[in-house]
């Protein structure tokens, strides 16, 4: 299975982009669907987290503008983000952990907030 982010693209400052995460095919057990983001020449960073069990963590740097939410039974993951602003700026990818002890990652889609 492999999994396929969309919704990236190029945006003022104080925009709004919806990203979307689907998997190819049905994954059994997921656990945590998360986003994570890695800005040109930054260490890959989480962004926010959702649990099976509904817990939800956001980054600091994002909180208040960046909503996560998710279909466990569909293995959809959707991440709005708010009020963008240029350092925002960065790849986006979603990432499923399974019960199994196995990750899956996406490819990523590019997020430029750009004045």
């Known amino acids: 299975a492999q999994l396929v982010e969309s919704g990236g693209g190029l945006v003022q400052p104080g925009g709004s982009l919806r990203l979307s995460c689907a998997a190819s095919?049905?994954?059994?057990?997921?656990?945590?669907m998360d986003w994570y983001r890695q800005a040109p020449g930054k260490q890959r960073e989480l962004v926010a987290t959702?649990?099976?069990?509904?817990?939800?963590d956001i980054a600091e740097s994002v909180k208040g503008r960046f909503i996560i939410s998710g279909d466990f039974d569909k293995n959809m993951v959707w991440l709005q983000m708010n009020n963008l602003r240029p350092e925002d700026t960065a790849v986006y990818s979603c990432?499923?952990?399974?019960?199994?002890?196995?990750?899956?990652w996406g490819k990523g889609t590019l997020v430029t907030v750009f004045t």
């Open positions: 990432h499923f952990a399974q019960v199994f002890a196995r990750d899956y």
């Open positions: 095919e049905l994954i059994a057990g997921v656990k945590n």
């Open positions: 959702l649990t099976i069990h509904g817990i939800i």
